[in-house]
C-alpha cells in the first residue's frame, strides 16, 4: 500500500513540475515584455536597475530582442534534430551557448533576456506530447505579439481566446477539456492523480450505462 501511494505522490509531483513548465515555457517571454513595456512598475527597484542597466548599450527594443533570441533557440533546435543523434544534442548546446555569449558581447540582447528564452525554451523539452508541444511553441510567439501590443492586457485577452477555443474542440466527440468541462461524472483524474482505490467512476463522457468500475448495472449514467 505503502509503495501504490508513494507512486501516487510521485505522479502527482511529476504532473506538477510538467505542467508548471508548461505555464513558464508559455508565458514567460510574454510576461517580460509586458513588465518591461508597459508594467515596469510591477518590479523591485533594484530588479528594475539591474534590468535597465543591462539594457543601456543594446541597440534593439526588447520585443526585437525576445524575438531574434527565440528565432535562433528555434533553428538551432530544428539543427539538432537533422544532424546525426550522436552529436546533435551537442550541437544544440554548444550552439546554444556560443551563439548566446556572442549575442551578449555583441550588444545585440542582453543578459536578461537570454535567460528569459533559455528558461523558456528549457521547459518546452518537460512536454513530452509532439502536437502539444508544437501548440506551445506557436502559441508562445502569439503571447509575445500580444504582450508587445497591450502588455498583460494583450495576454489576459489572448488567454481568454485561447480558452474558448479548447473548450470548442472536440476530440472523437469527447470534448477537449472534460471532465473538467463539462463537468461529467468520473474520478477527478484531472490536474492531481488520486489513488487508485478512490478512481471508482469511469468517465462520464463514454456515455455509459455502468458507470462505476467493477460494478454490475448500478444504473448510474453520465447524464
Not at 546554444?96 to 540582447?109: C, F, H, P
Not at 477539456?177 to 482505490?197: E, G, I
Amino acid at each position: 500500500m505503502k509503495t501504490v501511494q508513494n507512486r501516487c505522490f510521485l505522479c502527482n509531483f511529476t504532473r506538477t513540475l510538467r505542467l508548471l513548465a508548461l505555464f513558464i515555457t508559455l508565458f514567460i517571454s510574454a510576461v517580460y515584455i509586458a513588465i518591461t513595456n508597459y508594467h515596469a512598475e510591477m518590479l523591485p527597484p533594484d530588479l528594475l536597475l539591474a534590468i535597465s542597466s543591462t539594457r543601456e548599450i543594446v541597440a534593439f527594443p526588447a520585443v526585437i530582442e525576445i524575438f531574434i533570441m527565440e528565432i535562433a533557440f528555434e533553428l538551432i533546435r530544428e539543427a539538432g534534430l537533422r544532424v546525426p543523434t550522436p552529436i546533435g544534442p551537442t550541437i544544440g548546446i554548444v550552439g546554444a551557448l556560443i551563439l548566446g555569449q556572442a549575442a551578449v558581447q555583441a550588444n545585440i540582447v542582453s543578459p536578461m533576456v537570454v535567460i528569459v528564452v533559455a528558461l523558456g525554451g528549457l521547459c518546452s523539452f518537460a512536454i513530452g506530447e509532439i502536437s502539444l508541444n508544437f501548440a506551445v511553441r506557436l502559441s508562445r510567439f502569439i503571447f509575445l505579439l500580444a504582450a508587445s501590443l497591450m502588455g498583460f492586457y494583450g495576454v489576459t485577452a489572448m488567454l481568454t481566446f485561447v480558452l474558448f477555443y479548447l473548450i470548442s474542440l472536440r476530440s472523437f466527440g469527447v470534448p477537449y477539456l472534460s471532465p473538467m468541462t463539462p463537468a461529467y461524472l468520473s474520478s477527478k483524474d484531472t490536474v492531481f492523480r488520486r489513488l487508485l482505490r478512490n478512481e471508482k467512476f469511469r468517465p462520464g463522457y463514454l456515455k455509459i450505462y455502468d458507470s462505476v468500475k467493477g460494478g454490475k448495472n448500478h444504473g448510474k449514467n453520465s447524464e
